[in-house]
Structures are given as structure tokens and as C-alpha cells.
């Protein structure tokens, strides 16, 4: 099994205030938070909640206040035909291969203001205070905004990410729609994005180890093992290789009143059942990694007095164990066949995706490992659990993760928080790692 190690950071309480003689970087988590609270009004719903949606009004509008902020920090702005946003400090060599950095600004229906902005803004922040303390770098940093991590509008998770790796098929693509269906080609030319076609529009976001030589991505843990210190007890070995499905039941349908029972194949009790069995199917692994939940469910007609006659349901499937998690899916889409059976339904199914483990980069681990030791912060080695687009770019380039701290582990909900503090410890710890991935030139902080 291939390795996803992740560098997760834990809150001290004597944090050292020092980055290294060379260099005295200008950072302020309590600045980084604010910006984060203020992205977060661009949103569908009303904060602290926050609902930003792929190439939506609020998702443009962020888009546009993380380029204001890019320019603020005197970064260049590149940005892709699948609308992955680039701020640029610009190195000695500008045909090097870079170091990237970054995260998402989408969220979920009903989401916080943490997840992914951090990376974001974090590394905008990280990429400023850099410049301002006039380190030059010897290759390219970029801060990268990457479109659309959360799955949201067209079922497809990280399709920035997947574009820049080259791990997403236009044809594939193409077959997407959104609950309004709209396609997402149109979507992105609607948004100021796209090209003439699928494939061109994927070319134009494409990187290769040529553009890319290290990527690292901050993030909230989005877990609670963090916050009650238990992080000792759950130390892992692997990267959860996410896979989605849809299972969608079909009966007939009816009167709620008129149509007997015996007479029913109901839609809905059949997506029951198979709810209770992919449980049952999760739980007989006895891995606490391997999980397993229906998240979506679109009955149909949803009415009060009818009998369902479909029930569409999405499926979220992971487990650090690619081996197993792949005899999962098989199963769970073996139950779908047999309780459609059993109910006298009619079932399709589909693999959304089901996408592999990454190996983190020595390099990059190295690199914040030796950062968080010059900052006297404490840290552990630990897993990355959730997706994050760091998944895609490790199959471009040597990748790691940087984790800080949420209250309670809480995310995707609107409670989810970091404090300032912790904030400021992940971006200290950014800036110093991409420092030293990227190198100084020669001058003033050479001897990073
Ligand atoms: C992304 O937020 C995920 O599903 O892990
Ligand atoms: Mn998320
Ligand atoms: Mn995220």
C-alpha cells in the first residue's frame, strides 16, 4: 500500500516567536482570520453558515477577493481555463519548476468559513510576508486557488486538481450535469472560464513536473483527534482513498391511500434497506479507517401522499487500504442488485469515482518538519483523511500536508473554527517550508 503522510500540528502553548536569523516574516493570524471571516460573506446562506457553490454569483465573488488580495500581496495573477487561480512571487529562474501551494474557497451547503480558505488565504498571507521581507526566491511560489474541491454542483470532487494532474476525462466530463442541467463546460464559460471544447479546456489547466516541484497544502484537520490530544493513538499509515458511487432505485409508484401494501414496490424502503446494509457491509470490516455514508437522497415525487417511486442516493466510500476499500464497493454494489431483489425494484448504479492513495513527498515532509522545528512547535506525522486536491497534485509533484487544529474537529458545519493562534502557527509554517523548497537566491537570505 502506497503511503499518504501528513505533518499535523499541534497547538503550543510556548510556541517560539523566532523564524530563523535570516528571516523575519510578517505574519498575523488574528489578519489571516479576519480575511477568512470576511470571505466568508460570500455565501448562499447567512453566516456563520457558509453555501459557496461552483462558479455561482458568491463563488465569483470570492474569486474576486482572493485576486484583490493576491495583488495586495504584489503577487502575479495567472489564471487557468478551468478556473484554477494562480498568485504568482516570482523567482530568480521563472522557467524553474515552481513550488505551489493552496487549497479551495468552495463549501458545501451549509459549511464553515475554514476549510480550504485557510490553504488560501493562508498561503496568499505566507507568499506575502515573504516578499515584504524581501526574500527572492530561487524558483517560482505559487499560491493556487483551485476550482471547485467540494463535489457540490456536478457530483465531481477536486476537478481543478484533477485537471492540473490530468487524471479527469473530457468525455467523462461532458456527462456531468448540475441540478438544472447545465453542463459544466457552461458553466465555466458562463463564469468567464472554459474553452471551445472539454479537451481543451482540460489541456489548458494541465502541469507536469516541468511547471511543478513541490506542492504543499495547509488545512484545517477537520477532526477532533487533534484537539484531544490523542493524536499518539491514531497515528496511521495510510491516505484514505475516497470513492463515490450512485445508486439510484426505481419503482412504480402510486396512491398513498388507494395502492395496498402487498401491491407496492417502493423506492424508497429499497434505498432503506440498502442504507442499513452498506452500514452493515462497513462495519463487518472491523476497520475503524474503512467508512461508509449515504450522504445524498432525492426521493421522487416527494410527496406526501404518493408512493416513492425513485430514490436517487449518492455514496461516499473510503479506506486508507485501496484492497479493501475496492472489495467494499463491490459489495455495496452487489447489495443494491440484491435488496433491488428482494424489493421488486428496478436499480443502476455507477462509480463516480474511486481514486487511489498518494505517497506524500520525503522533500516536502522534510522540508516542514525542519520548519516546525526552527519555530519550537510541536507536531506528529499523521494521515490525511479527508480529500484534498493535495491528492491530485501528489501525482504531479513531491506533495505534503500541513494540518492545524479545529475546535472540536468540527467541519462541514457552520461551527467549524481555528483560532488565530493556531492559524498563525500553520501559516509560520508554511512560509518557512516554501522558503526552503523554493531556495533563496543569492543575496540577503541565502543561507535559508
Ligand atoms: C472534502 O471536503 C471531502 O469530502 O473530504
Ligand atoms: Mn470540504
Ligand atoms: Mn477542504
Not at 463563488?59 to 481555463?81: P, W
Request: hydrophobic letters at 45%; glycine letters at 10%.
Amino acid at each position: 500500500m502506497r503511503l499518504f503522510l501528513a505533518v499535523v500540528l499541534l497547538a503550543l502553548a510556548t510556541a517560539s516567536c523566532c523564524q530563523g536569523a535570516e528571516l523575519s516574516l510578517d505574519i498575523s493570524g488574528q489578519k489571516v482570520y479576519d480575511q477568512l471571516i470576511e470571505l466568508a460573506k460570500f455565501s448562499d446562506d447567512a453566516n456563520p453558515a457558509v453555501t459557496r457553490i461552483l462558479f455561482t454569483d458568491q463563488d465569483l465573488n470570492a474569486r474576486a477577493f482572493v485576486k484583490q488580495l493576491m495583488r495586495d500581496a504584489g503577487l502575479v495573477i495567472r489564471e487557468d481555463t478551468i478556473g484554477n487561480i494562480y498568485g504568482i512571487l516570482e523567482g530568480q529562474d521563472a522557467q524553474a519548476p515552481a513550488v505551489g501551494t493552496g487549497s479551495h474557497c468552495d463549501a458545501i451547503p451549509l459549511a464553515g468559513a475554514f476549510d480550504g480558505t485557510l490553504g488560501v488565504i493562508g498561503g496568499i498571507a505566507a507568499l506575502k510576508a515573504l516578499k515584504e521581507a524581501g526574500f527572492v526566491p530561487k524558483v517560482p511560489i505559487e499560491a493556487i486557488m483551485f476550482t471547485s474541491e467540494e463535489p457540490t454542483r456536478f457530483g465531481l470532487s477536486c476537478s481543478g486538481s484533477r485537471a492540473i494532474a490530468g487524471m479527469l476525462d473530457g468525455d467523462y466530463l461532458s456527462t456531468l450535469r448540475d441540478v438544472n442541467g447545465s453542463d459544466y463546460l457552461a458553466a465555466a464559460q458562463r463564469a468567464g472560464y472554459g474553452a471551445d471544447t472539454y479537451e481543451a479546456m482540460l489541456r489548458g489547466a494541465r502541469l507536469t513536473d516541468k511547471d511543478l516541484g513541490a506542492f504543499v497544502e495547509l488545512h484545517i484537520e477537520q477532526g477532533p483527534l487533534l484537539g484531544e490530544g490523542r493524536a499518539g493513538d491514531w497515528r496511521g499509515d495510510g491516505h484514505r482513498g475516497p470513492a463515490a458511487l450512485a445508486v439510484t432505485f426505481y419503482g412504480d409508484g402510486g396512491h398513498a391511500g388507494a395502492l395496498l401494501m402487498p401491491y407496492r414496490n417502493d423506492a424508497s424502503l429499497a434505498a432503506s434497506e440498502f442504507a442499513l446494509e452498506l452500514e452493515r457491509l462497513v462495519l463487518a470490516t472491523e476497520s475503524i479507517d474503512t467508512v461508509g455514508t449515504v450522504g445524498r437522497w432525492e426521493v421522487s415525487p416527494n410527496a406526501v401522499n404518493s408512493v416513492p417511486r425513485e430514490a436517487a442516493l449518492e455514496i461516499d466510500i473510503r479506506d486508507i487500504d485501496a484492497d479493501r476499500r475496492d472489495r467494499l464497493v463491490a459489495d455495496v454494489l452487489e447489495a443494491a442488485k440484491k435488496v433491488a431483489e428482494r424489493r421488486k425494484v428496478r436499480v443502476t448504479s455507477r462509480i463516480i469515482n474511486q481514486d487511489p492513495p498518494a505517497i506524500s513527498g520525503k522533500a516536502v515532509v522534510d522540508a516542514i518538519s525542519a520548519s516546525v522545528e526552527e519555530l519550537s512547535y510541536s507536531s506528529k506525522h499523521m494521515v490525511s483523511r479527508a480529500y484534498h486536491d493535495s491528492t491530485f497534485m501528489a501525482q504531479v509533484a513531491p506533495t505534503a500536508m500541513v494540518f492545524v487544529p479545529c475546535h472540536n474537529g468540527w467541519s462541514h458545519r457552520p461551527d467549524e473554527h481555528a483560532t488565530p493562534e493556531d492559524i498563525e502557527r500553520g501559516v509560520r509554517v508554511l512560509a518557512l517550508t516554501l522558503a526552503r523548497l523554493a531556495g533563496a537566491a543569492s543575496g540577503e537570505h541565502s543561507e535559508l
